[in-house]
C-alpha cells in the first residue's frame, strides 16, 4: 500500500501525540493554542449535529478509535465528540454568502 503524502504526516504527528479522553468523551486538544484559535470544543453529552466525524476535514486512522484533522488551523487528532468553528460539510448553505 503506497501512503499519500498526507497520510505519512498524520501518521507521524499522531506517533508523536499522547492522546487523553475529557469526561465527555472527546480528545484533549494536543495544542492548545490552535485549539484556542479554533474554538475546538467538546460536545455536551447528548449533543452531535455537526462534529468532527460529519466535517470535510477530517482523516479516519486505520486500526484507531479516533480521527485527524487536516484543517491547516487544526491540524491534530480529533473524534466525533469534538467540533470547532471550521467545521463544513458538502451541502452546508451559507445565506449570507449569496
Ligand atoms: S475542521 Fe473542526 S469540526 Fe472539522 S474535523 Fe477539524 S476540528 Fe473537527
Redesign the pocket.
Known sequence: MQLTQESRAIRVRVAASPLQVDRQGGLVPTDMERARK?D?LTLPPGVDG???GN????RSLKGKRHSY?V?KE?DMP?NNR???????AKGAIRHFEG
Open positions: 479554533a475546538l455537526t462534529n468532527c466535517c470535510v476535514f477530517v484533522c484543517h487544526v480529533v469534538e467540533c470547532c468553528k471550521h467545521w463544513f
